[in-house]
């Protein structure tokens, strides 16, 4: 009877190995469904070396989520992605700065409130980043990175500490750039990066000015987490310059869920999706 007892406690532990594995074959079967566009049943176990049956039920668990359709043989991207649209020309600071303000703020609060966690504070160009600054008026503690002139006139007056890149600016955005803007900063290791960008596919997070870019870059490169500001206007959408793939960045704050193609995405590369809630509940 004692012996007994003592191999009870190992059963346990079974389903939750199991599980785990369902996970891993699971996000197997996202991660190629967003990169390919489809899956076969067939193609998926060979990889995996499980039975076609096994995957045949991930795909059942995955489509009650939402996360694809599945078809004889296989699975494709839900129906309602939706196609990706270019935008050619930047608006002006002002214009953009007048869209979708509700999103805007929203986003902008709710990154305000993730950046108090931290000490040393990159906050690139744009305008969700601009209110996300105003935010940031009263923190003492911080210490913050910009190349945005705008941004650091604009908290100039508060308790942060201001960084401003050197360099050449550009007109309207009122950015530095160039090599010396990015030898400046280049030496440097920030805690926590927020940087904007003009749109967002799964193959990655673009921007309207090569000029700009650079320094985004930098920021992503020399962050120890990594936070994209995006409202719910620019998903599938590309512009001039592709800044990073998807898997350079660890956070994503919006104010709508993406829709499924970009979810999967997301997923994929591991990115943490934060919906901003409405303004009433945030702090």
């Not at 002006?92 to 305000?112: G, Q, V």
């Not at 490169?221 to 592709?242: A, E, T």
């Amino acid at each position: 009877m004692n012996a007994n007892k003592d191999v009870l406690p190992v059963f346990p532990d079974k389903p939750e190995r199991t599980r785990l594995m369902a996970q891993d074959r699971q996000l197997h079967i996202i991660d190629t469904l967003a990169r390919e566009g489809s899956v076969s049943v067939t193609g998926i176990a060979a990889e995996l070396d499980v039975s076609d049956m096994t995957i045949r039920r991930d795909l059942v668990e995955l489509e009650s989520e939402g996360k694809l359709v599945r078809i004889h043989g296989g699975a494709v991207l839900p129906e309602s992605s939706l196609p990706v649209a270019m935008d050619r020309e930047e608006p002006s600071f002002e214009s953009r700065l007048a869209l979708h303000c509700d999103a805007k703020a929203r986003i902008a609060a709710a990154a305000a409130d993730i950046a108090c966690g931290y000490r040393t504070v990159a906050l690139d160009v744009g305008t969700t980043t601009y209110l996300m600054a105003e935010r940031l008026m009263e923190r003492h503690r911080l210490k913050i990175f910009t190349n945005s002139v705008r941004i650091a006139y604009r908290m100039s007056s508060g308790a942060p500490d201001i960084y401003l890149a050197g360099g050449h600016m550009r007109g309207d955005e009122m950015s530095m750039g160039g090599p010396a803007a990015v030898a400046q900063f280049e030496p440097l290791w920030f805690d926590i990066a927020f940087i904007g960008v003009s749109g967002i596919t799964g193959s990655g997070f673009y921007d309207y000015s090569f000029e700009d870019v650079e320094l985004k870059r930098l920021y992503l490169r020399r962050s120890g987490f990594k936070v994209v500001l995006c409202d719910s206007s620019k998903f599938q959408r590309m512009s001039l310059v592709n800044i990073t793939p998807l898997p350079g960045v660890d956070m994503l704050i919006t104010d709508s869920a993406p829709p499924p193609a970009i979810a999967l995405a997301l997923e994929a590369a591991k990115i943490k999706v934060v919906v901003a809630p409405p303004l009433s509940e945030i702090g």
